[in-house]
């Protein structure tokens, strides 16, 4: 009987390329989200940022099919990492809902304060900078964040003469505007959480 001959390694490697295409996209987003920060969105092309992954412009069209794409792709990921923080958040506050809005509300400031990238390109301030063709999308994904804390305040024991929409709009202006105005040291993203929480709780009582 002969023995069958030996498998004969692949020359290629589907895994392997798969696992470097997507290190090259997540190199893109990163220098797309650094650039759009620093520069904004006009003043950023194609060039500068696979300039600044060491790749020809022509080759981004591989991995986003346009500038648009990419800006969204960054966007995206920006509103993952709020999504990720918060989740973490949650599973440590044992469903009681004042203590689970406080918890949001500091896995939110966290990110937002750190000065990111994706934090800045995900602030309502910023976005207002980008095509407002785009804005239609980004403001779904903008709301589907949201939609997290309407259901943490849906679960909030306010006086029935409260208004949760305006409840919610209060919050997010609170949190949001920090970033115009925290410096590190006076107060820390806890401290911040907790205030609004309380001054929040007080009038609604």
Not at 99 to 104: M, P
Not at 113 to 133: K, M, Q, T, W
Not at 160 to 166: A, V
Request: charged share 25%; with cysteine.
């Amino acid at each position: 009987m002969i023995d069958p001959a030996p498998e004969v390694p692949s020359k290629t490697h589907p895994k392997t390329k798969a696992r470097g295409g997507d290190s090259r996209r997540e190199a893109l987003l990163d220098a797309a989200a650094a650039m759009f920060a620093a520069k904004g969105y006009d003043g950023t092309t194609i060039r500068n940022i696979a300039g600044a992954v060491g790749m020809l412009p022509g080759s981004m069209y591989y991995h986003f099919k346009s500038k648009e794409d990419l800006l969204l792709a960054v966007y995206r990921k920006g509103v993952a990492r709020f999504e990720a923080a918060i989740a973490e958040a949650l599973g440590e506050t044992f469903g009681e809902p004042w203590q689970a809005i406080e918890a949001a509300c500091l896995a939110h400031l966290s990110i937002l304060l750190d000065g990111g990238d994706y934090a800045r390109i995900v602030s309502p301030e910023f976005v207002r900078s980008f095509p407002p063709l785009m804005l239609p999308v980004l403001n779904a994904e903008r709301d589907r964040y949201e939609h997290h804390f309407e259901k943490l305040i849906a679960a909030l024991p306010l006086d029935p003469q409260t208004d949760r929409w305006l409840f919610k709009v209060a919050l997010f202006g609170s949190l949001n505007w920090s970033q115009t105005w925290y410096r590190k040291g006076r107060y820390t993203p806890s401290d911040i959480a907790a205030a609004f929480i309380a001054m929040l709780r007080a009038k609604s009582a």
